[in-house]
């Protein structure tokens, strides 16, 4: 019949899912009552009403193959219903749920067993790669980002010499003392090793506020991003994250602060394993500056009102909330929270992978309500503490024509920095 997978095809794709199959996995399949309460959690399905964007539509794409599987009935009597073959149809089913999922885990809130829709496509999402049908351009940044960390050796000389030529927008920020590097870069006896992206972006404030805090520091050779969590390659993800866990241990750091990324945080926070140092939000290290008096920040430099994005990653999966808002308090009078906010925020529409695919169109369409609520909060400037976010922010506020200002918290924060002996406005 057309479309079916072969023998062989087909049976590769079960002996992938059997191995993601875990007591836990085994309750999320088992388990939906389809009481349909998470529902409306979802901001693809708030943006955009079908039932295949719903948080238990998703699943039941991955439940009904399971069924088929791996439960009597599915096997001995399919025509009872509620069961998939791998074929092309399914195939194509399994991407749209997978890859119309940010990820976000709004649904796991609300879920009164707590399913976790984000793992359940992570099957999906292995199912893709076993099938050779995932998104080629994240499998592709993924061996590019492992490619490059492979190549570092020949690239180190002209890493050095790019960063030696960042010095001066980071001392025009917070000047630091003849003969010392405003970009410590391999130091020894470092503290903290920041881990950046790719782009001074992710660098100069970053850089300027831990000089100005006193940290001794040094920047990583490798970059945070992880494209590998996001096509659901675990072995890519473990592989580009062991080279920043290997540079931490050798240069025997105490703890890694991740560059304002949720994902890189995420997966490094708490997938790694313990290891002998610990992982920090470059958000948790301001807040942590500012609460032992180590930067002084003048809220003079920021007039306009304000509003934060809780980036899912880092609040609802990390539980980092009450930090950046400290940190805003600390740089702004005119701080206005979004509705809803903190675990119950909405995804900016732009995670899973969306951000890095293109898919624009989708992500404006699927992302409707997150540009009705940033509308709502009447802010001039949406600030937040991821890069993916911040892109597909950046791309609402555009294509929606809201009239905001977007901007990282850690920039905010570098533009409030007082020098010594400046006079300024707590
Ligand atoms: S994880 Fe987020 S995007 Fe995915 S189904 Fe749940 S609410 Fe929707
Ligand atoms: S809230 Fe949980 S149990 Fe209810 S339909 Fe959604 S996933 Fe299933």
């Known amino acids: ?87 092309e149809a399914t195939l194509n089913a399994v991407y749209d749920a997978a890859f119309s999922c940010t990820g976000c885990r709004r649904c796991m809130v609300h879920c009164p067993f707590g399913i976790d829709t984000q793992q359940v496509m992570a099957i999906a999402k292995a199912l893709l790669i076993g099938a050779d049908r995932e998104p080629k351009v994240l499998s592709m940044l993924a061996d590019m980002s492992i490619a490059k960390g492979e190549g570092i050796e020949e690239t180190r000389a002209d890493y050095a010499q790019a960063l030696k030529n960042l010095e001066g927008e980071v001392k025009a920020i917070w000047p630091v003392p003849e003969g010392t590097s405003a970009i410590p870069y391999e130091a020894k006896e470092a503290d903290v090793l920041y881990v950046a992206l790719a782009g001074s972006h992710s660098i100069v404030s970053a850089a300027a506020i831990m000089n100005a805090a006193g940290e001794k520091w040094t920047l990583s050779s490798f970059e945070a991003v992880n494209f590998a969590t996001f096509v659901g390659d675990s072995g890519k993800a473990k592989r580009v994250a062991q080279r920043i866990i290997d540079e931490a241990t050798r240069l025997g750091v105490k703890e890694v602060a991740v560059v304002e990324c949720g994902t890189a ?162």
């Open 265 to 426: 945080f995420r997966y490094l926070r708490h997938m790694i394993g313990p290891q002998k140092f610990r992982v920090v939000a470059f958000v948790e290290l301001i807040d942590r500056y500012i609460r032992e008096d180590r930067i002084r920040l003048d809220k003079s430099r920021l007039p306009e009102s304000v509003t934060y994005h809780d980036p899912c990653q880092i609040a609802r999966n990390s539980g980092i909330m009450e930090e950046p808002r400290r940190i805003l308090r600390a740089i702004s009078d005119r701080f206005v929270e979004l509705r809803p906010n903190r675990e119950e925020n909405w995804c900016c529409g732009g995670g899973g992978g969306l951000v890095a695919m293109g898919e624009l169109d989708f992500r404006m369409k699927s992302s409707r309500v997150k540009a009705d609520q940033l509308k709502a909060s009447g802010a001039q400037i949406v600030t937040t503490a991821c890069e993916n976010c911040h892109s597909q922010l950046s791309d609402l506020n555009e294509h929606y024509g809201l009239g905001m200002r977007v901007e990282f918290l850690s920039h905010l924060v570098a533009k409030a920095l007082v020098l010594p002996g400046e006079r300024f406005r707590r």
């Open 1 to 87: 019949m057309e479309g079916i997978l072969s023998p062989a095809e087909s049976a590769a794709l079960k002996e992938l899912f059997e191995k993601k199959l875990n007591g836990v996995m085994r309750m999320y399949l088992d388990t939906c009552a389809r009481c349909g309460i998470c529902v409306e959690s979802c901001h693809v399905y708030a943006s955009m009403p079908e039932v295949k964007y719903t948080a238990v539509g998703r699943a039941e794409v991955v439940r009904k193959i399971f069924r088929r599987y791996f439960r009597m009935q599915g096997r001995f009597a399919p025509w009872l219903g509620e069961v998939l073959e791998f074929d």
